[in-house]
């Protein structure tokens, strides 16, 4: 995606203020309201303010295992699960599991009603994987009985993917609905749960998922440069092999962290892991997923509402609305334009996204990140502030 317009308009004005202390206020000149890289806390950013060496065991024993450990119980309580972490963004860990998990006669069924679902398709055909795409469109959500349909025609898939959280939409796609589905069908599922993980509740070993992945810069509220797959070990196990890919073979970085006590393969980002590791602490302190669930959805009601009320209508139903991002159309009026409203908010002291639909004209706010229901208030009485068309 290019840069969002407006990224060299200089930001003095005033920035949300609610939970920020005056370091973090001169640090942050403005509030991210996007789905990752996005606001983190100061003790998040601080800890990275010491060295860590990638094969000493302070970091390995002391920080990479203990990660791996609470991801896997942020997954499910129940036991046979495992996780593994792999640098680079999201992309690079979808591009991880989807090349390490499927063997070479195997074939993905790809579900898709965005550009992220689109992005996994995209994967499978650059590294020529067998595979076929059911697209429900941005607007609807998947149905599990054409899934159903779909898995019973083609006996040659073997595995199926598909997003939780739709970002460019904002969709919440019905994970449980069709995870049974899959499970009933016997295929591997493949949950691409990179902008809800830590954010919305879910237990993969209830859903039947095998293979969840997700980054550090989004629910959990870390920074961005590394992802990490929660999978069924027994899955896991059976994917020596087949990585299309050196440096992405998941397998065998899994296979290396476990005989390495969380070793890495290749240099790992030491200063993004540590920050990870207090954001999983914070995430403890706020309540666990459930609680920050509840911020999340309650940030998502007062946006709506208060976006609402100035005229603005939301993408999608709210019935398939995640609490993570939402779509509004542009505004009608000719003299709208979104470059000079996101330059506006920015100097205000809040960033917004551009849309990401194919259909309409959109843009995207995001309420994920140590953002809070008052910061969300500030936004509004800002875009009121802001309707100059
Ligand atoms: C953020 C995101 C990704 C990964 O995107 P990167 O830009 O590579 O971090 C993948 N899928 C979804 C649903 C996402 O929200």
């Not at 020529?128 to 779909?150: C, M, Q, R, Y």
């Not at 027994?234 to 969380?262: F, I, K, P, T």
């Amino acid at each position: 995606m290019p840069d969002p317009p407006g990224a060299n308009v200089p930001s003095t004005d005033k920035v949300s203020t609610s939970l920020m202390t005056d370091r973090d206020t001169i640090q942050n000149p403005y509030l991210l309201l996007t789905p990752g890289p996005l606001s983190t806390t100061l003790s998040v950013k601080e800890v990275m303010l010491r060295d860590w060496c990638t094969w000493d065991d302070d970091y390995n024993r002391g920080i990479v295992q203990v990660i791996r450990g609470k991801l896997v119980q942020l997954g499910t309580r129940a036991e046979g699960y495992t996780s593994v972490l792999m640098q680079g963004s999201g992309t690079f860990v979808v591009e991880a599991l989807v090349g390490t998990a499927i063997a070479a006669d195997g074939k993905l069924l790809v579900l898709s009603n965005g550009a992220y679902g689109q992005r996994i398709a995209q994967t499978a055909r650059v590294l020529a994987i067998d595979h076929t795409v059911i697209d429900s469109g941005e607007l609807d959500a998947h149905d599990p009985h054409n899934v159903d349909k779909a898995l019973a025609a083609d006996p040659a898939i073997t595995h199926v993917a598909m997003v939780h959280g739709e970002t460019a939409t904002g969709m919440l796609n019905p994970v449980a609905a069709v995870g049974e589905v899959v499970r009933n069908r016997n295929r591997v599922f493949i949950v691409d749960a990179m902008s809800t993980f830590g954010g919305v509740p879910l237990d993969i070993d209830e859903i039947g998922i095998d293979f969840l992945v997700s980054s550090a810069n989004k629910c959990i509220q870390g920074v961005p440069g590394f992802g990490f797959v929660i999978a069924r070990e027994s899955a896991l196990a059976e994917c020596e092999g087949r990585a299309r890919s050196l440096a992405l073979d998941l397998y065998d970085q899994w296979r290396v962290m476990e005989e390495g006590s969380g070793k890495w393969r290749y240099t790992s980002p030491t200063h993004t892991v540590r920050a990870f590791a207090q954001a999983l602490i914070e995430l403890e302190q706020e309540g666990g997923v459930e609680k920050r669930h509840e911020r999340y959805r309650e940030n998502h009601r007062v946006l709506v509402e208060g976006m609402k009320r100035l005229g603005f209508r939301c993408f999608l139903n709210e019935s398939n609305q995640s609490p993570i991002i939402t779509a509004f159309h542009d505004p009608e009026e000719a003299t709208y334009e979104f470059k000079r409203f996101y330059a506006d908010l920015k100097r205000k002291g809040f960033v917004i996204y551009p849309g990401k639909v194919t259909e309409d004209a959109t843009f995207r706010i995001g309420t994920i990140g140590h953002v809070f229901p008052s910061d969300i208030r500030s936004l509004i009485a800002a875009i009121e502030d802001s309707i100059y068309w």
